[in-house]
């Protein structure tokens, strides 16, 4: 009995092992697909500043603020990656999913395009993963190409049928979706200037680079005075109207010839700099440093570090608590 | 007029020459108000009337300036910080023998009055004429390496302070063929003026040498800029080697501070690629 029982199950036992094979392969690709969904959620919702700052140059801002339109779309992927990785594959989902994912696609072959046209700098890497990775325009596509397309084509093949807890998933997808944008909202204020950026204790100032082939360039080749000894470094705006506060205590610092000596980095033009002199007359050093590489350093300005014979010691939001406390006495 | 006013200009500007160096020999430096080194940030006007022979200097540790020249009755310090203009006595400068100044310990300086910021030029008065500071010019187009040092003393002073390896420079001369270096510069950007000046002083040193040194000014933003946008340009300085007509590479931005270590680099680069 049992001889034939196996026997006569065999054939759609047989059937059935290449269909479960095609499932797991097909949820796997989903699952795939959303973790990437929120990894890059994570990277963007650390640092919403510079997210919407990038929907802004992409000329995405239209009908609602850049900042709500962030929020939302951080909303979208946070749902969609938890739904994929819950295997809530329903076509509603995946049809989302596609848009998106080709969305993706279509802005970052833009940009390649654009870079090999001559039409943007090729060194403009798209900030689809925040500041935290650097990538040329050609490796933004790419990588997105081959992290997104394969997990997006299996997701859609043997779809599940009726799904167990659907309510339930659903409900988990859509708390994903809100914390996501609460998370995005409340980033700011949270201590996580370290891990948004690539500026942290431990890195290297021959590190901290900029461009791409003979363009590329360093901090230590900008500013070789703070690649050797101590030094209190200061990432600042001098766009801001805020920025006299910030020079006056910075001066304050400077003119008492406290140690260790600091250095004061920021992106500005040459108009900008001969202004600052005759209007603000800084006693510090004030170095230029183009916003490419200057960027990925902060989430707000001023920031600052502290460098120890070229290797980030400390960093702080705002100033340093030598500059910050000699300014308040 | 007198034969004596006649001459009197001749005679300061005799004096001018002649004192400075003179004064340097016999007085310590001030310790705050030296270290002056020639800038090319300003042309000076005094009366409306450009004056191509005032020398204008700027010193890091004074975070001042220092108007010199024979139209001028003293050398005129200008403050930023303390927003006024103090004129000093001739004979309390002293040029060091790199071209740069000190004001003399026992310098006295007489208050001129304030100056003012008017868009983004310097204005002020000092012995009863009205001195203006304009931005210089930019410098664009096509532009050879000596048009260059001429346009700007401050070029001039950063390729004299310069020394190429010498060894890397009789390296790149016996290199045959022909090479051109095609720099695109603005003379706005900071980084131009410390490191395009270094490659002036290597062109010089190949001079004759089946080296070409073309330099392009353009202006900022760069984008838009024809010349800039035909060779792929993004920013400034961008040097472009051409070996017998063709693109072989372009100089590292990490060795722009010893340009002649850059053109080694890139030429053997080009070398490799052949070799291939």
């Known amino acids: 009995m049992a001889v034939a029982s196996i026997s006569s199950s065999t054939p759609a036992a047989a059937a059935a092992r290449p269909r479960r094979g095609l499932a797991v392969a097909a949820y796997l690709g989903g699952a795939l697909l959303g973790g990437v969904l929120l990894v890059a959620v994570w990277a963007k919702a650390i640092d919403p500043g510079a997210f919407v700052e990038q929907i802004r140059s992409e000329g995405l801002e239209i009908l609602l603020p850049a900042r709500a339109i962030a929020l939302l779309v951080l909303a979208l992927e946070a749902g969609l990656g938890v739904a ?86 659903t409900l988990v997808s859509g708390a994903a979706a809100g914390g996501a944008a609460l998370f995005a909202a409340l980033a700011p204020g949270l201590p996580l200037d370290d891990l948004a950026t690539r500026l942290s204790p431990g890195v290297e100032l021959t590190s901290i680079c900029a461009g791409v082939d003979a363009d590329r360039v360093c901090l230590t080749h900008l500013v070789p005075a703070v690649a050797a000894g101590s030094h209190l470094v200061v990432l600042a705006d001098v766009r801001d109207p805020g920025f006299a506060a910030t020079a006056e205590a910075l001066d304050a610092y400077a003119a008492r010839g406290a140690e260790p000596p600091l250095a004061v980095l920021a992106d500005f033009t040459a108009d900008e700099h001969r202004t600052l002199l005759w209007t603000l007359a800084p006693a510090f050093d004030l170095h230029e440093v183009p916003a490419a590489m200057l960027r990925p350093l902060y989430r707000t300005l001023p920031r600052s570090f502290r460098v120890e014979e070229g290797r980030v010691t400390e960093t702080w939001a705002g100033l340093p608590p030598e500059v910050a406390q000699g300014a308040g006495g | 007029m007198t034969r004596t006013a006649r001459f009197a200009p001749l005679l300061a500007a005799f004096c001018w020459a002649a004192a400075a160096p003179l004064a340097a020999q ?19 006007e005094i009366d409306g009337q450009e004056q191509p022979k005032a020398e204008l200097y700027y010193s890091d540790r004074a975070r001042s300036f220092l108007v010199r020249g024979s139209a001028l009755p003293s050398p005129l310090l200008i403050s930023p910080a303390a927003r006024e203009v103090q004129s000093l006595d001739l004979m309390k400068v002293a040029v060091r023998q790199d071209g740069s100044i000190d004001v003399l310990a026992d310098a006295v300086l007489a208050p001129e009055g304030a100056f003012r910021v008017e868009g983004d030029s310097i204005l002020f008065r000092a012995s009863g004429k009205g001195f203006r500071l304009k931005p210089r010019p930019w410098l664009l187009g096509a532009r050879t390496g000596e048009q260059m040092l001429d346009s700007n003393p401050e070029y001039r002073r950063r390729a004299e302070a310069y020394a190429p390896d010498a060894a890397l420079v009789a390296k790149l001369a016996a290199r045959p063929g022909q090479v051109r270096v095609l720099t695109f510069f603005g003379s706005w950007c900071p980084h131009c003026k410390k490191h395009v000046p270094m490659l002036i002083k290597v062109g010089q040193a190949l001079a004759d040498r089946g080296w070409t040194f073309d330099f392009y000014g353009v202006p900022s933003p760069i984008a838009g800029e024809p010349e800039a946008d035909k060779h792929g340009v ?30 080694d680099q890139v030429l053997a680069g080009a070398r490799a690629a052949g070799a291939r």
């Open chain 1, 84 to 169: 994929l990785l819950l295997n809530l594959r329903r076509r509603p989902v995946l049809l989302v999913a596609t848009a998106l994912v080709l969305f993706f696609l279509f802005l970052t072959g833009r940009a390649w395009w654009r870079a090999e046209q001559g039409i943007a700098a090729p060194t403009s890497a798209c900030g689809c993963f925040g500041n935290l990775v650097e990538r040329t325009p050609r490796q933004a596509f790419l990588s997105d190409l081959f992290l997104l397309l394969p997990g997006l084509g299996l997701a859609w093949l043997a779809r599940p049928g009726a799904a167990a807890q659907l309510g339930a998933r």
């Open chain 2, 26 to 44: 016999s007085a310590a430096a001030d310790a705050f108000l030296s270290g002056f080194q020639i800038s090319g940030d300003y042309v000076v």
């Open chain 2, 234 to 263: 993004h920013g400034v300085p961008t040097a472009i080697v051409f070996v017998d007509g063709r693109e072989v590479g372009r100089l590292p931005a990490a060795l722009w501070p010893q340009p002649e270590a850059g053109l």
